[in-house]
């Protein structure tokens, strides 16, 4: 390798290469490359999942009094980017682990803001059902552009 390297003018650092084998895996851009049962499968990495939900921890410490319409301006886009990024590796089961991991972090958030509150009222405030049953969403008023705080 080093020889291939070397006729082009080129170098390998020895502290920043790790050579490892495809059944471990290693992680590159965010994603981890592995062979699971002789099938290579890309997947986003450990790493990636743990910054993203810092991002969103700091995010909603940092907005722990703001509207909801405003948390949800600050999040989108940090949300959003991850998922478009790994859209195209097996990120299936991962986007289901982000999203619950998400949503607790969202619930924690609304329970601070109400803490003599119940569940149910919560829950219908911050995950307005029936047609977004799950979702943390601002209400609309009716007729209006404007959501409700």
Not at 74 to 101: C, G, Q
Not at 104 to 133: M, S, V
Request: proline share 5%; charged share 30%; net charge positive.
């Amino acid at each position: 390798m080093a020889n291939f390297l070397q006729e082009r003018g080129l170098r390998r650092s020895p502290a920043k290469t790790k050579i490892s084998h495809i059944d471990q895996g290693f992680d590159f851009l965010g994603q981890n490359i592995k062979k699971y049962r002789g099938k290579l499968l890309i997947k986003p990495s450990k790493g990636s999942c743990k910054r993203l939900l810092e991002k969103v921890k700091r995010t909603l410490k940092s907005n722990k009094t703001a509207k909801q319409s405003k948390v949800i301006s600050l999040l989108n886009p940090l949300i959003r980017a991850w998922s478009y990024y790994h859209r195209h590796v097996t990120a299936k089961d991962t986007f289901l682990e982000m999203d619950y991991r998400i949503h607790c972090k969202l619930w924690k958030w609304a329970r601070r803001r109400h803490p003599t509150q119940g569940a149910k009222w919560i829950n219908k405030k911050y995950f307005p059902p029936p047609e977004k049953w799950g979702y943390f969403a601002a209400r609309r008023k009716v007729g209006s552009d404007k959501t409700e705080t």
